[in-house]
Every structure is written in structure tokens, then in C-alpha cells.
């Protein structure tokens, strides 16, 4: 019941500037933050209980002062930031939103990017266009989401020299530029494969990144079939997107266009195979993200379902490596890479 | 960061039937489910996950049936009912507003009413005048907690037999009538002290109570100054409105109303001596309600700063109890009452 209080209680206080006051000033009372802040101090004293009881922040009674808890006390700015930025979005993307969840669901589309934006279409699409509130919201969340994990992906996944990459739903280019500089040999070639829409924004980044030789762009729709000719084909941050009879057409899709010993790589969130794993919010996060405010549908799945999926499309699994949530502090859910080679 | 989701994930369960269709027919699997209630299997299964991992749900992985857990498979209708009207009122009332949180602190108003309601004022007055929406919303709950918490006021509460007692903001008198019949003696007489506009529905409840000869009406403004002439005061889910120098200003009219050896009784949510104390969710919940959806300012706050408060303006306190959470399962903030005397 508490949830959506906790969380707001929390994000208010790094809004107003609590938190910063006493990363700064180490130790203050409720009214000299009040008077920093610009609230009553019988405002913050309420809204500081919450971060009392949960060792955010300590308070010394006989002072009446409040200072950081380890936390707080502990947390580097950009990591601050980074926190920041993904309680700011699960705000401004879904906390309005996800009022409309049951009608969502129900529908299979986004109802709250209609009420409250009056967007029909899916988040990505809608934070890409007019909607500068979303996107603003969205992007670095998701740009930080993207550094944590492209490292870690080119860690574990191997470009055979000189391979023709295609990189599947891969938006603007970026994908494709930082495969070609995580993988460059000779021969190397990166394609991303997106809506004809993303082509000039794509080439634009090529030519901005000095990778315009290296890469390329085709435009076409997934679901009508994916090109030929490649030896590697790349599905980063795309399948959970999508319901299992999408995520199988996809998968067929790129089965077909494969030859014999052709490599698909995925990275995927995915859910613990033990869903009761308390170390994993993925199940506590994902259904009402994809359900209720980016697509109407999709949502991620376990490791071996997406192992099970890909064997059902042709598909050899030759590798399968996922995050370990107990490494990464701050982290939600765990993603997951899969390997795997045409039969 | 998953306290929205976690929150809209388990009421979109209860508002699409699921958890109705379960209590009914013991086992189901997604795709029985989707059927039952208008909704894509693969949706259902993805809600489901959460309710499977708090063990809300347990799914039988042979036959892929969900069936309920020990909550609500045990839970009784009514209770349950209780339950959802109150995951409905936060939804309603609190997870929309709550997103202007930080803008309601700075302005001490609710600022989720005006952007989201066009309405400038607080709570109540919204939910008593044009917005059935909300008042739809949150009188069940406010129902289900006078339920819980009218029996337990009057067995610790005694007023003395022919007593003039005065029900200190009593809306439209049912405090009044409800005091009367828990209380009746000869010459009992129980007058609701509320702004004018509450007269005419009161005094319409008294006569349809049949309490007309021992109730009465009396208009005014509780920061203008309190009727004398009564021998007990009642101020009940009052208080925790109101920042501390407007509690010290009702306080100080009470006493200045009464005689030497006059009595209040108050009723008000209090939060843990402890604030830590995980078994109160008061912290969590009350300052995003009262700052956020309701007033714009006020809070509970703990048994010993009331009791501070009434004794900072002449009050001696005879009496404090205050609930035990561990006896009211489901209930997320125990009240509190205090009695005291004019000294």
C-alpha cells in the first residue's frame, strides 16, 4: 500500500534539495532546511521521518539536527545522479501512467500516454516526437542503463574478425557505432536495421562518429522479415518488447535470414529462474513498465525461457551468461546475454 | 524505486478479476485466466509473476495453474473489500496527485487538486462539494477506518453521565450521534462544532437518527475560537491536519473554552515512539497523504509530542493508549488517544 508514498516521500526529498544541503552542509536542523529549500520545517520534519526509518539520513535528537546516513553519506554525485535520473523517470513516465495499468492491460495499448498526453503509440515513439517531457525523462535513465551494460556485453561477446553485423531494431546507429569500436578489424561492418524513419538520424551519427565506411543503414520492419547476407545478426534491448508469439516471429525471422552456423547475441533483462529471489525487483518493475506506460504489452522472461524460444526457432544456444545483482549495487533486475548459432 | 509498480501490479490483479476468479475457482492457468477477464494471457502471466513472488499467488509449474496463497485464500470478502477500497482510495486520491509532491511542500497547498482537478482548496472540500470521484473514493475507506476505530475509542473513553460534550469539527454530526448512542445517560447532550455550512446536513442527520433532542448544532471556525458551556471536548482525526502552531492554537481554544476540570478526548493516528519500528507504516504513508493529497501541511506525530503539545497549552493528560499493531492485521498506523483535564 505504502509503496507509491515511499517512493515519492524519497524522490521529494532529493527535489527540494534536503539532500544536497546535507551532503553539503553535513549537519542541519529541520528549520535551517526549511529555510534552504524554501519549504515549512514542519514539512521537511515530516517528510524526513520516512528517511529516518530507513537509515537514509540519521538525526540527533538532542540537536535536532539531521546528517547523511552511509547511503547519503556514501554515494559518489554521478552515482547519485545516475539514481536520481531512474527514480525520475519511473515519475514522470510512469507514475501517472500506471493509474491507467488494469486499462492497458486490458486494451493491449499504453491507455495513460493517451489521457494524460493524448499519444497513441508506444513510449518510444512517443518520448522520439513531440513529447520533449518523456524523452527528457527517459533517455538518461536509459543512457545509463546502456553504460552499465555495454561493457559488460563486449566482455562476453566475441565479433569473429572482418564478420558483417546486422544490428536488429537498432534505433539511431549508436548500437552499431559502439560495435564497430568495441569489435574493429579489417572488414568489419556494422548495419543497423530500424524503421526508414531512423536512416538520416542514423547516418547523421556515422558520419559524426567518423564510422560512415564501417557502417550502414537498411530500413524495414522486423515483422516483415529480416536481410540477408549477414554473419552476425545483434538484438540488444529489443525482445522484451514483446509477447511470446512476436519474440518467436522475430527470432524465425532471423533464423531465416541466416545461413547454417550464423550467430545471433542477445542482451535481454531478465527474470531470476527463481522468481522468489528476493534479489531481483525485475517481476516487481517490468510487468507495469512495458504493460502500463512504454508498449501495452511485452515484458521480460526467465533465461531459460528465452534459451526454450530460441531453440524452438532453430537456433543452437552456445552461451548463456547473467548479471550477477549481487556485484551491482543499485541494480534492479539482472540482464542477460544469449548466444546462439543456426543449426 | 518499485513501490508504484508493486503497488498498481497488485490492484490491477484485484481490478481485472483475477483475484476474484481464483477465490472462486481454486486453480487456473493464464490462459483460463485472460479469458475470464478480458486480458492477453501473456499479460496475465506477467502481472502474476509479483504475486507469485510475495506468495500472494503460488503457481503450480506442472499443470502452469496459479491458485491462491495464504492471504487470499484465507481472507474473508468484507475484509478483502476493505482492503481493495483502500488500494483504491491511494490510487484515486494519492498516485496521481503525489507526482506534484515536491510543488505541494514548497506552496504548502495541494497542487495535485488544482492540476489535476482544477480545484483550489484541500481534500474534504473537494470530496464534500463537485468531485464524486474522489469522495467515491475515499469515504468507503475512511468508513472501514471509523469502523475499526469507533468500538475502541469508547471503550477507553468515559463520559460522565448528563455531560454537555462538544464534538470539536464534527462534520455533519454523525461523530455527534455516534457519541450519543455509545453514551446515552439522562441529560447527555452532544453538540457537532463545524463550519456553517454544515448545519443543514446535520441537523437532517439528528432527526433521521431520531437523536434531534440530544444533538444540536453550533456554526463556526475552530481558529476563531471555540463555543464555551460544554464539560467535554471531542477532537477526533482532527489534529493530524494541521501543522504544529495551528494544533497549539485548537488546543489553546479548547482550553480557553472549558472550565477548570474540563475535559478533551482526542483521536488521532499517531506515529512510533521509535520511528524505526518497521511495523508502522505511519512514516511511510501519512506525510505524502497530508502534504501531498489532503491539506498541503499537517501529519500525525508521535503519542509524546501531543502529549507535550496538550500540556504546552494547560492541559494535564490523564490518559494515553495507543493501538497495537500486532493485534489489527492489515492495518498499516496505529492510532492513538489522549485524555486530558484543564488544569
Known sequence: MVGPTRFMTLLTCCELGVIDALRKNGRMTAAELGEAVGAKPDAV???????????????????????????????????????????????????????????????????????????????????????????????????????????????????????????????????????????????????????????????????????EEHCSFIGGDVFDGVPKGFDVVLIKNFLDMWDREDVLRILTGVNEALEPGGRVNILVPVYPEDIKDPASAGVDFFPAYFLGCTMGKGGPQKMSTYRRWLEECGFTVTKTVAQDLSTMPGALVAHGILCATKA
Request: charged share 20%; aromatic share 12%; no cysteine.
Open 45 to 211: 520534519e515530516q517528510l524526513l521521518f520516512l528517511l529516518v526509518k530507513e537509515d537514509f539520513l540519521r538525526y540527533d535528537e538532542e540537536a535536532g539536527a539531521y546528517f547523511p546516513g552511509p547511503f547519503f553519506g556514501g554515494i559518489p554525485e554521478p552515482a547519485l545522479q545516475h539514481v536520481v535520473s531512474f527514480l525520475n523517470m519511473i515519475k514522470v513516465v510512469m507514475l501517472r501512467q500506471i493509474f491507467y495499468l488494469t486499462e492497458s492491460v486490458k486494451t493491449g495499448t499504453v491507455v495513460g500516454l493517451d489521457k494524460l498526453f493524448g499519444f497513441q503509440g508506444n513510449l518510444y515513439e512517443a518520448a522520439a516526437g513531440e513529447h520533449t517531457e518523456l524523452r527528457e525523462a527517459w533517455a538518461p535513465m536509459m543512457d545509463g542503463v546502456t553504460g552499465q551494460n555495454d561493457p559488460w556485453f563486449w566482455s562476453n561477446v566475441d565479433i569473429p574478425a572482418g564478420s558483417k553485423v546486422l544490428d536488429l531494431a537498432g534505433n539511431t546507429g549508436f548500437g552499431a557505432i559502439l560495435t564497430y569500436r568495441n569489435n574493429a578489424s579489417p572488414g568489419l561492418h556494422v548495419t543497423t536495421f530500424d524503421l526508414p524513419e531512423k536512416e538520416a538520424p542514423s547516418l547523421e551519427n556515422f558520419r559524426a562518429h567518423g564510422v
